[in-house]
């Protein structure tokens, strides 16, 4: 374990943002991740991830860890499901590419977006009808303070929208070292339901998808809305999608007949951020080497050599606008640091 000294975390977030670790040290075990936990001479820690779901707006007087535990195993398995396991370091996208090519459903709805295994949980990712919490078993995460590594099943975590225990009660006491999902091995439940999938799989030509052919879809579409990080720094969507009332929704539709909403509850409907950012104006808007993406209104993005402060800035004007206009609160999916 060997740590640095004032390192550029730019090639660990993928907003590209130049901040600084005062220290940093990548550990590649839980015990090694034991081990940079209880080093005492370094007070302040922080945990580092892929990078993916965070706008970091300052430099980090800390210790900063970043999580490289590697491996993908099979727990269990019988005739229709397997059991998955895979470590926290290890890239999402690669971990669902290695499902399906097991033939292993379940996850392909969630192709290409970015970060690693160890941040999903914690965000209960989500795309195109299928959230994380849909296929979850259990994750093993390590206690900070007690260092024992302690298993939360999938009614533990309290999975919600881009929501669990994790960024509620336990906010920054475990470090989620493993997640294990249940897989299908056959007779896979496809979600086709969203228009953009089922237009995408008539352009390539497919009758009858498979789970392959479901995640090819997906990520022709996130390439044609979504920038590439390695290409324009960003951290996908920026913004979650808000929740209001039936009653409200229709009294918005007065003013706004176009509004588009999907039923969250007998009550409630969720409303597009994208469209409410789009519709403020927003979309496409450039202020200097930052701004909103021109195909993705939910997409902040740093054209380079942006500071994070100044995106921050940016959501937080976002936010005020679409208050002003809508009498609606949308909240940040990205973690500000």
């Given at each position: 374990?060997h740590i640095?000294?004032?390192i550029?975390?730019k090639p660990y977030n993928?907003f590209g943002l130049?901040?600084r670790?005062?220290?940093?040290v990548q550990v590649?075990?839980i015990q090694e991740?034991?081990d ?6 370094y ?16 430099d980090l007087?800390?210790l900063v860890i970043?999580?490289a535990?590697k ?5 269990n398995?019988d005739e229709?499901?397997v059991l998955?396991k895979?470590?926290?370091?290890e ?5 669902v590419l290695?499902?399906l090519a097991q ?7 969630l192709s290409?977006?970015p970060?690693n295994?160890g ?5 209960n ?6 959230e994380l919490?849909d ?20 009614e533990?975590?309290?999975?919600g929208?881009?929501?669990?225990v ?15 999902l ?5 007779q896979h439940q ?5 228009g953009?999938?089922?237009n995408e799989?008539?352009s390539?030509?497919v009758v009858d998808?498979?789970?392959q052919d ?5 990520i022709?579409i996130?390439?044609?809305k979504?920038?590439n ?8 969507s ?5 929740v209001?009332?039936n ?5 918005l539709?007065?003013n706004f ?5 999907y039923v ?5 409907v969720?409303?597009p951020?994208?469209?409410?950012i789009?519709?403020s ?9 930052y ?13 380079g ?10 959501a937080?004007l ?16 990205v973690?500000?640091?």
């Amino acid at each position: 374990m060997h740590i640095q000294e004032n390192i550029s975390l730019k090639p660990y977030n993928t907003f590209g943002l130049d901040a600084r670790a005062t220290y940093f040290v990548q550990v590649n075990s839980i015990q090694e991740l034991k081990d940079a936990l209880s080093l005492e001479n370094y007070p302040n820690k922080f945990i580092l991830g892929g990078g993916s779901n965070m706008l970091l707006t300052k430099d980090l007087d800390c210790l900063v860890i970043h999580l490289a535990l590697k491996g993908i195993e099979i727990i269990n398995q019988d005739e229709d499901e397997v059991l998955v396991k895979a470590c926290a370091g290890e890239n999402w996208h690669q971990f669902v590419l290695w499902c399906l090519a097991q033939d292993f459903g379940g996850i392909e709805n969630l192709s290409l977006i970015p970060g690693n295994v160890g941040t999903a949980p914690i965000q209960n990712i989500g795309a195109y009808g299928v959230e994380l919490k849909d296929v979850f078993e259990s994750c093993e995460a390590l206690n900070i303070e007690t260092k024992a590594i302690e298993t939360f099943t999938k009614e533990a975590c309290q999975f919600g929208y881009r929501e669990s225990v994790f960024k509620q009660d336990k906010k920054g006491r475990y470090v989620i070292v493993s997640a294990t999902l249940r897989l299908r091995k056959h007779q896979h439940q496809l979600h086709t339901e969203y228009g953009a999938i089922t237009n995408e799989l008539e352009s390539m030509g497919v009758v009858d998808p498979t789970i392959q052919d479901i995640s090819k879809a997906v990520i022709a579409i996130r390439e044609s809305k979504l920038p590439n990080p390695n290409v324009i720094g960003n951290s996908g969507s920026f913004f979650k999608n808000p929740v209001i009332s039936n009653i409200y929704f229709e009294k918005l539709k007065i003013n706004f007949p176009d509004m588009p909403s999907y039923v969250v509850s007998q009550d409630e409907v969720k409303v597009p951020a994208g469209w409410l950012i789009e519709k403020s104006g927003f979309k496409g808007k450039t202020f200097n080497n930052y701004g909103v993406h021109k195909k993705q209104a939910l997409v902040l993005v740093n054209y380079g050599g942006a500071q994070g402060s100044d995106i921050f800035d940016l959501a937080k004007l976002i936010q005020k606008t679409i208050k002003r206009i809508f009498g609606i609160t949308i909240e940040t999916e990205v973690n500000i640091i």
